[in-house]
């Protein structure tokens, strides 16, 4: 994705940043199949340019019983 981004619209993803949080399903319940009072792990994630130009956003919701995160973290100049 940050290739055709890179190809069709000359930008280039500087910083890509995201955080997890527990949210209660609330409204979106019915849609996971849970109660409105059962946790769900909100990711946002946002990515800009050199020039802090905003290129892309997401929010996506997850049921902590089914999906698993792993990351990866390597020191700065590696």
Do not use: W
């Not at 055709?4 to 399903?25: F, K, N, P, Y």
């Amino acid at each position: 994705m940050l290739d055709v981004l890179r190809s069709q619209t000359g930008c280039q993803v500087a910083r890509m940043e995201g955080d997890i949080e527990a949210v209660e399903a609330g409204e979106l319940a019915a849609s996971f199949g849970v109660s409105p009072t059962h946790p769900l792990l909100k990711l946002t994630q946002s990515s800009v340019t050199d020039t802090e130009l905003p290129v892309m956003f997401s929010e996506n919701y997850h049921r902590p019983d089914v999906v698993r995160f792993r990351f990866v973290r390597r020191p700065t100049g590696i």
